[in-house]
Structures are given as structure tokens and as C-alpha cells.
């Protein structure tokens, strides 16, 4: 896989580390257990295109968010995270 | 069981040219309802069948099966079985499931090539040594075999290990001689043949399209073959149980990723153990047609594509120069990837869900296969009497809520560290 960085250009995977679903929303310290369950350990796991983020650790070591299909690898498109 | 395979029946069947084998199990026509019902035609789904007709006397069961029985994860994954567990919730399952390998055979008169040549688990330094030590004893409370061998009579074993690198010298390894591996295929074909004599429907290129719930309860699945009623739907479809539960609006705390395993090309006999390399994540073994069978981590993203990376592959193959060098002129013949079920701490989950009558069969991260009988016993036991068998009890859905978490590697909530 390839990984078009938005800072950097056309990169191969082995620069960037996985940090998965992009889609997580982190609750309030204070909020309800079961969202804070939800958010720790849940996911759609969807088979399709995933939203998830790439952290840019061998090179501009940014954040960046990508869609992926899950049944074929392709890299659908790549942003900013 | 008719057309019992034995010495005598394969020397009638040579006697007359082997022209009269007929096929293993029946291809039958979905009937409009079962008993219960079981969706994925791997290991785990068969063997729940199986049990569940022979230990629960319920015969009127069928097993649906995207493709063909042994495509999916039962035929992908390196064949190694052991018991090697840490964790008081898991080594009593994973010693019934050992316990039941070694009669798998008989059980189910099916030759599975069954094959207790030891796992040899090496460590590098001294804390991995410390750890070691701590899961041998671990295994030893439970009753189960361990011992800790000595970096001499690892190399009185298998010489041809790389005992010096200035890295990751080999001090010393946890052995369980009771480990060992299967021939995997046997083992789907095996169970498939065991429950059809039972009367089990195993209805193959029959795809799960959808769950009919009504008032909380599941009540049918929607097949490529039509509906089929049930008043109990089991899900074992490790690889997929994300998609299939969301089509009962479940969310499961699991993530699928690709694996690869990897088979050589045929060498005269070398290895003689299950030998997994402490400072990667590899473990290697011989085939009995010679080859060298070996796999690694997980590429480390969601995938469904049943192929991984080349970065996966180089890992590997360093891991494997790293352990024996003597292999590094060796060509690589196939490799093949699974779809793992990971989950949040990398343990499974046998369980019922909140839709009444619907069951899963879930979570087995990298380490499914060595689990297929006793997943199917345990997954039967709960199915027919909607209680936990007492040894899979700890593998709640619900634990992710409760903090009850089983995480043999202390790695939390990342699937990678599992």
C-alpha cells in the first residue's frame, strides 16, 4: 500500500503507524460508562471503505486521516486528520 | 456412523479400484425449519453442530456455509495446537480443547494427522525468562505439562537454531510436549462427515443475508437459499462476526485483520517441534510433506482481503533469518491470508447476545484453530441449555463493560499488542 501523505506526497505504508477508526468521538471525562465502553472497545469493523487515521511517524510525523477499502487495501483518499 | 473408514474398508475400497468411495457427507436441500441452526461452515460451526447432536441429542441442525466447508480460516492458519495459556479463565478451556485433539481421531474416525511433536516457546532475556517460568507454572497448577529447558538442551534438540546472535541470544525455552499440530483440512472435512452421520444439514454455498428478529427474538435467517426458521441461530463466522452481527443491530468489540502464513518448498525432515521465536512474533514448524510452515503478527490494519502486505512478508522472513539462518537460500512456495477476528483483549467470545435465541461464536483473534473442539463443545453446551459450559464462563460479551477482561498480553485496548 501507498499512502498519499497531504504534507508529504506519495509515501509507502511502512513510514506510517495505524491508529484505526477516525470516526471515534472521545466523550466527556464526565460522561455516561457505557459511552466511554462504547468508545474504548466498540467498532463498526465496516467492509467498504474505513475512515482511520495513519500517524506519519517515519517522516512529517502529522496525523493523517484515510479512507481505505477494507476488501481490497485501496486507498480510496486521503486529508488533514 | 455408516461407510466407517477402517483398516478392512480401505482394502475392500483398494480391492475394487477405489472406484467406490462415495462422498463424505450429504448435500442436502435447506428444509424450511430447524431446531438450530449454525451459521459459517469453518471449524468452529461444524464442531458445534457435531456436539450438539451428539452431546445434546438435537439432530434436526444445519449448518449454512458461505462457500465450501474448509475455505475460510479452518484451512488458513499454521496448524498448531497447544495449551499454553496464562490466565486461570483461559488454560482449563484450552486444555479441554487439547484433551479433545487427542482423541479427535477416534471421536470422529477421521485421520487428522494429529501429531504431538511439542511447542517450544524460546525466550532472549531474563525477564522473558522470568515470564516463561511464571506461564509453566501457571499451566503446571492446572494440571497441564510444561517444562523450562536449559540453552544446552535446546541445542542438544535443534542445533540448527542461531543460539549467538549478538541481539537476541537464546537463553532457555518453555516447552509444552503435548503441543504439536493437525493436518486442518481434516479437521473441517472431519467434522463435516461426523456431524452429517448425526443428521446434520450442512448446506454449503448457502450465504447469511439476513436475521429476521420479531420482538426481540431471532426467528429465521435469510439465506442466498431462501428463508431458513429456527428457533436457535449460533454465529460462528470468526473473520466476519462484525457484519453478520450488525445485521441484528449488534456492535462487537472487535476489529478484522489479515494474517499471513507462509509454506516453503519441501525439504528432507529438519524440524521436529513447533518452535516459536521469542523476541519477533514467528512460529515454525515442518510439515509432514516437508515443508516449513511458519506465519507471524498481523499486518497491523482492518482488512477483509485474505491477502496481506509485502512489509508483513519482509517481517517475517527477517524473524525467520533472525531464529535459523540456515534457511535464508530456501524459497517461499505459498502463502495465504486469514481475516482475524481481533478483539479488544485478545480473548474470545462464547456468548449469548441481546436478541433472544441468537448466539455467538466470536474473537478468536490469532489463535482459533488449537480452539475448534472445544469451542464447538462449549458453543453446543450453551446453545442447547443457554448456559456456559464451566470452562469458556469467563468469555462474556458483556466483560468489555464489566472490566472483567481476559488480556493474556497485558497489551489493553490495542489489538496490535494481542
Same mark, same amino acid.
Request: with cysteine.
Given at each position: 500500500m501507498r499512502v498519499?501523505?497531504?504534507?508529504?506526497?506519495?509515501? #509507502?505504508?511502512?513510514?506510517?503507524?495505524?491508529?484505526?477508526?477516525?470516526?471515534?468521538?472521545?466523550?466527556?471525562?464526565?460522561?455516561?460508562?457505557?459511552?466511554?465502553?462504547?468508545?474504548?472497545?466498540?467498532?463498526?469493523?465496516?467492509?467498504?471503505?474505513? #475512515?482511520?487515521?495513519?500517524?506519519?511517524?517515519?517522516?512529517?510525523r502529522q496525523f493523517v486521516k484515510v479512507a481505505r477499502d477494507t476488501r481490497t487495501h485501496a486507498i480510496l483518499s486521503t486529508d488533514f486528520a | 456412523m455408516t461407510n466407517r473408514f477402517s483398516i478392512f474398508s480401505l482394502l475392500k475400497h483398494?480391492?475394487?479400484?477405489?472406484?467406490?468411495?462415495?462422498?463424505?457427507?450429504?448435500?442436502?436441500?435447506?428444509?424450511?425449519?430447524?431446531?438450530?441452526?449454525?451459521?459459517?461452515?469453518?471449524?468452529?460451526?461444524?464442531?458445534?453442530?457435531?456436539? &450438539?447432536?451428539?452431546?445434546?441429542?438435537?439432530?434436526?441442525?444445519?449448518?449454512?456455509?458461505?462457500?465450501?466447508?474448509?475455505?475460510?480460516?479452518v484451512g488458513r492458519n499454521t496448524t498448531i495446537i497447544r495449551s499454553n495459556y496464562l490466565l486461570p479463565g483461559n488454560i482449563p478451556f484450552y486444555e479441554t480443547s487439547l484433551k479433545l485433539w487427542e482423541n479427535?481421531?477416534?471421536?470422529?474416525?477421521?485421520?487428522a494427522m494429529i501429531s504431538q511433536r511439542g511447542v517450544l516457546n524460546l525466550f532472549h532475556n531474563d525477564s522473558q525468562r522470568d515470564a516463561a517460568i511464571r506461564r509453566g507454572n501457571a499451566m503446571r497448577l492446572h494440571g497441564v505439562d510444561a517444562e523450562i529447558l536449559s540453552r544446552a538442551q535446546i541445542r542438544a534438540l535443534h542445533p540448527f537454531l542461531d543460539f549467538d546472535t549478538a541481539r537476541f541470544p537464546i537463553m532457555g525455552g518453555l516447552l509444552q510436549?503435548?503441543?504439536?499440530?493437525?493436518?486442518?483440512?481434516?479437521?473441517?472435512?472431519?467434522?463435516?462427515?461426523?456431524?452429517?452421520?448425526?443428521?446434520?444439514?450442512?448446506?454449503?454455498?448457502?450465504?447469511?443475508?439476513?436475521? $429476521?428478529?420479531?420482538?426481540?427474538?431471532?426467528?429465521?435467517?435469510?439465506?442466498? @437459499?431462501?428463508t431458513i426458521r429456527a428457533k436457535?441461530?449460533?454465529?460462528?463466522?470468526?473473520?466476519?462476526?462484525?457484519?453478520?452481527?450488525?445485521?441484528?443491530?449488534?456492535?462487537?468489540?472487535?476489529?478484522?485483520?489479515?494474517?499471513?502464513a507462509f509454506v516453503s518448498e519441501g525439504l528432507k525432515p529438519l524440524i521436529n517441534s513447533v518452535i516459536t521465536f521469542g523476541a519477533g512474533h514467528f512460529y515454525i514448524s515442518q510439515s509432514d510433506k516437508g515443508g516449513l510452515v511458519f506465519g507471524a503478527s498481523v499486518d497491523g490494519y482492518?482488512?477483509?482481503a485474505q491477502r496481506g502486505n509485502l512489509p508483513a512478508m519482509e517481517e517475517t522472513c527477517e524473524d525467520?533469518?533472525? &531464529?535459523?539462518?540456515?534457511?535464508? @537460500? &530456501? $524459497?517461499? &512456495?505459498?502463502?495465504?491470508?486469514?481475516?482475524?477476528?481481533?478483539?479488544?483483549?485478545?480473548?474470545?467470545?462464547?456468548?449469548?447476545?441481546?436478541?433472544?435465541?441468537?448466539?455467538?461464536?466470536a474473537g478468536w483473534c490469532i489463535?482459533?484453530?488449537?480452539?475448534?473442539?472445544?469451542?464447538?463443545?462449549?458453543?453446543?453446551?450453551?446453545?442447547? @441449555?443457554?448456559e456456559p459450559h464451566a470452562v469458556a464462563a469467563s468469555y462474556r460479551l458483556d466483560r468489555f463493560a464489566t472490566g472483567a477482561l481476559l488480556d493474556e498480553s497485558g497489551g489493553g485496548a490495542d489489538l496490535v499488542m494481542h
Open positions: 498519499t501523505c497531504p504534507f508529504c506526497g506519495d509515501r #509507502s505504508i511502512e513510514e506510517f503507524s495505524y491508529f484505526g477508526d477516525a470516526t471515534l468521538a472521545r466523550p466527556d471525562a464526565g460522561a455516561d460508562p457505557a459511552l466511554w465502553v462504547d468508545y474504548v472497545y466498540m467498532r463498526a469493523n465496516p467492509a467498504g471503505s474505513h #475512515s482511520e487515521l495513519w500517524y506519519h511517524a517515519s517522516a512529517c | 483398494a480391492a475394487r479400484g477405489n472406484t467406490g468411495w462415495a462422498p463424505q457427507w450429504r448435500t442436502p436441500e435447506p428444509k424450511p425449519e430447524y431446531d438450530a441452526l449454525v451459521v459459517g461452515g469453518g471449524g468452529h460451526g461444524l464442531a458445534t453442530a457435531y456436539f &450438539l447432536a451428539k452431546n445434546h441429542g438435537l439432530h434436526n441442525v444445519a449448518v449454512i456455509e458461505r462457500g465450501l466447508v474448509g475455505q475460510g480460516n479427535l481421531e477416534q471421536e470422529i474416525n477421521y485421520n510436549p503435548r503441543g504439536g499440530t493437525v493436518r486442518h483440512d481434516a479437521v473441517a472435512w472431519g467434522f463435516a462427515r461426523a456431524a452429517d452421520s448425526l443428521g446434520v444439514d450442512i448446506l454449503q454455498n448457502c450465504e447469511l443475508q439476513g436475521l $429476521r428478529i420479531e420482538q426481540g427474538k431471532v426467528i429465521a435467517a435469510e439465506t442466498s @437459499r431462501g436457535k441461530i449460533g454465529l460462528a463466522v470468526a473473520g466476519n462476526s462484525s457484519r453478520v452481527a450488525a445485521m441484528a443491530g449488534i456492535r462487537l468489540p472487535i476489529e478484522s485483520h489479515v494474517l499471513t482492518n482488512s477483509y525467520a533469518m533472525a &531464529l535459523m539462518p540456515s534457511i535464508g @537460500r &530456501l $524459497r517461499m &512456495l505459498r502463502s495465504w491470508g486469514g481475516i482475524m477476528d481481533m478483539t479488544m483483549d485478545g480473548s474470545p467470545i462464547i456468548d449469548k447476545t441481546p436478541v433472544e435465541g441468537l448466539y455467538l461464536n489463535g482459533g484453530f488449537k480452539a475448534t473442539p472445544a469451542s464447538g463443545l462449549c458453543f453446543a453446551h450453551l446453545m442447547a @441449555r443457554d
